[in-house]
């Protein structure tokens, strides 16, 4: 290999990842924190490997957990010049080598793969006279998926669930029975689902010497990413494909283990040692996505956790965390900050972003991560109001989009008869057609989310063309990159702040986090009520807190509504980390909390009751008298309010909220006067709605 080749792959790696990119024999086992540079030490070991002669690309099979890692791993590769290097899920690798090995196994045709559970489920349910909505076939779908993966059957499940929540509140025996009704059900339909594409694999694998052989005469070299994710099927898996050879490279970090709800453990990353007595261990501890005051909060976060496990005796996972060390330059303090109520949290928050973005950070680079997806309603209500783009993650796809589809027909269009070699140029002039300006569009609603589409597809072209323009990068080459990430949904950058879940977080990074609603209850979670459980919501909280590379903001609320009873305590996980709650840490004092005018309480207008939450207070009733509105008035209000809803290009809350239809529904206001004074209708709403719901009212009288 030469020397220019050779110092491309490894001159830019620090000490660290070099060693990891140099040991090209396994076993390896490479414990690696957040923000150290994982992705780029692993793909450039395989990219040496490959250059020195050592690897066959195609002998090479790089595993991880979503598809959005393996495209991106793809493409490194690719960058690098180390193309034919299989990276995949467990699940796209397993059902690839099913696909090509049924026929000759098993014989036929491979059953169809049913994307969802929730029918089937709902069908065994109805077989066995369980009364089922659509949130329990959701839990029983993850429990199955959970038994699966652990490599349960139904026979032998009830055993193994002793001591874990009961799913929707049925016992042991029950789930066992559906579980058992759900397999007959995929036999007679002739189907199967993703758990089995794994478990199927696995058995042919073991059960047939021929067709193990052949995988393991393809595969030589096998690197599995965020190992500490793996299923017990997804190890035994891996075993197959590796036979009796240890080339094995893996890559995790036990503190990032957030996932043991759906079998995920760290187990296997905490004993490869002893399973692999010769393996060597490498360390990566240099953090360089976030500065050093986001990185000691994150420390500091283990480190009072390992104090508390040694207090007790405890070891395991936590007994030695990976200890972090910042490598960027100094920046903003994280700040912590007390609200009277959510809506005040969410109003606080949008202010702080609003100054992030006049300060020039793009709204991309901005998140709001919460612990489950029920609290975000509060947050794009306020986003909303303020004229703030937003996205959900785990909203619509990025490719599903219409312009976006599009985009790509008239991409793959003109790179058929493309000549010139400007690939940014050319997207920009194809997409001039479908509205793309060099300038975002004042407007907000339909027309800046399509154009934020387009953006990102110029954004993703001058990103790839600058990469690989010393390879002769074209617009064939640019439409094949979206082709493929369009399959792998890896999307491009969107503008808009990003609202999501912890979970769902993980793998993602921002310059600005926003951590909401950090009190007791919701973080840790209510259900996590066994030290492992919390110490999960607190690896939880870690995750959160590493996703910030400069700015980071913690908040909790000490009531759920205006006006409510200031009963909630802010998360235990923030005691010795935020101001004045025994720690020795400085960190900038809270944002004072905005006194609020004391106002007469409310009496309910039928039983004279003091009212005590903040729905009963907007509606005018109390919870235990009979609603007095009619169900015509009320669903003739939600009609029109839909209609609003679309015509504004904002969720249907934001126009008005249920309880406030409720009000305006049981009230019937005959004037704008009357309309003003129930509780969610203040003067901008007054002003732009107020006529249309009058009219709705009158046309029912």
């Given at each position: 290999m030469d020397g220019s080749?050779?110092?491309?792959?490894?001159a830019g790696l620090d000490e660290e990842q070099r060693a990891v990119a140099s040991q090209l024999s396994g076993p390896l086992c490479v414990l690696a924190g957040a923000g150290t540079g994982k992705t780029r030490a692993i793909t450039h070991r395989i990219a040496y490997g490959v250059h020195t002669g050592v690897y066959k690309p195609q002998q090479v099979l790089a595993v991880t957990f979503t598809a959005r890692a393996a495209a991106e791993m793809r493409t490194r590769l690719r960058d690098l010049g180390a193309q034919g290097v299989q990276a995949r899920t467990f699940h796209a690798a397993a059902l690839r080598q099913l696909q090509y090995f049924w026929p000759q196994a098993v014989g036929g045709t491979l059953p169809a793969l049913v994307d969802h559970k929730a029918q089937l489920i709902a069908e065994a349910s109805r077989r066995l006279r369980l009364s089922t909505d659509r949130a329990t076939i959701r839990d029983l779908a993850a429990e199955i998926e959970w038994a699966k993966v652990s490599m349960l059957t139904p026979d032998t499940y009830v055993e193994s669930a002793n001591g874990r929540a009961e799913p929707a509140g049925m016992d042991a025996t029950t789930v066992a029975r559906l579980f058992s009704a759900y397999e007959d059900l995929k036999v007679d339909r002739n189907v199967i689902d993703f758990e089995d594409v794994l478990l199927i694999t696995?058995?042919?694998l073991q059960e047939d010497p021929k067709v193990a052989a052949t995988v393991r005469a393809q595969y030589r070299h096998f690197v599995v990413d965020e190992y500490q994710d793996v299923s017990p099927l997804q190890q035994r898996l891996l075993d197959l494909w590796l036979g009796e050879r240890e080339e094995l490279c893996v890559v995790g970090d036990a503190s990032q283990t957030i996932y043991s709800f759906t079998g995920a453990t760290s187990a296997h990353l905490l004993n490869f040692t002893g399973r692999y007595k010769q393996?060597?261990?490498?360390?990566?501890?240099?953090d360089y996505r976030s500065t050093p005051q986001v990185v000691n909060l994150a420390n500091s976060l283990l480190a009072a956790r390992t104090a508390e496990a040694g207090r007790r005796g405890g070891t395991g996972t936590w007994a030695t965390p990976l200890q972090l060390i910042a490598q960027r330059p100094p920046g903003p303090t994280p700040t912590f900050t007390e609200c009277s109520d959510d809506e005040a949290e969410a109003a606080d928050v949008t202010r702080r972003i609003a100054r992030l973005l006049s300060d020039g950070v793009p709204a991309s680079e901005i998140a709001i991560l919460y612990r489950t997806n029920g609290q975000s309603g509060s947050y794009e209500q306020a986003l909303a109001a303020a004229g703030i783009g937003y996205q959900l993650r785990g909203a619509e796809r990025f490719f599903a989009r219409r312009e976006v589809r599009d985009s790509l027909l008239q991409l793959r269009a003109a790179a058929r008869a493309a000549t010139d070699d400007d690939v940014p140029q050319?997207?920009?002039?194809?997409?001039?057609?479908?509205?793309y300006t060099r300038e975002a569009p004042q407007s907000s609603g339909a027309v800046r989310e399509k154009w934020e589409s387009l953006a990102a597809l110029v954004s993703l072209a001058d990103e790839l063309h600058q990469a690989r323009s010393a390879q002769g990068f074209t617009l064939q080459d640019f439409v094949a990159e979206l082709e493929e990430r369009a399959a792998a949904q890896h999307a491009p950058t969107?503008?808009?702040v990003t609202l999501a879940s912890l979970h769902s977080a993980k793998g993602l990074e921002w310059d600005s986090v926003f951590l909401v609603g950090l009190s007791e209850g919701l973080m840790p979670i209510s259900f996590a009520d066994t030290p492992d459980g919390v110490d999960e919501e607190r690896r939880l909280l870690y995750v959160g807190i590493t996703r910030a590379r400069k700015h980071l903001g913690l908040s909790w609320s000490t009531s759920r509504t205006p006006g409510g009873r200031a009963s909630r305590k802010p998360s235990r996980f923030l005691d010795g980390l935020r101001p004045d709650s025994g720690g020795t840490r400085s960190f900038r004092q809270p944002t004072p909390r905005r006194e609020r005018k004391v106002s007469a309480p409310a009496h309910c207008r039928t039983c004279g009751k003091v009212l005590g939450s903040g729905a009963e207070r907007k509606i005018g009733r109390c919870s235990e008298c009979p609603a007095n509105y009619s169900e015509e008035t009320f669903e003739a209000l939600r009609e029109w309010r839909l209609h609003a809803a679309r015509e504004t290009d904002?969720?249907?809350?934001?126009?008005?909220?249920?309880a406030t239809l409720v009000a305006i529904a049981e009230a019937r206001p005959d004037s704008l006067e009357k309309l003003a004074q129930l509780a969610g209708v203040g003067p901008a709403k007054l002003d732009r709605y107020g006529e249309s719901v009058l009219s709705v009212l009158a046309q029912r009288a």
């Open positions: 080749v050779e110092e491309k792959i490894l696995v058995g042919i393996a060597e261990v490498i360390k990566l501890v240099r050319l997207v920009r002039d194809v997409l001039a057609s479908l509205g969107v503008q808009g904002v969720p249907a809350f934001v126009v008005f909220t249920d």
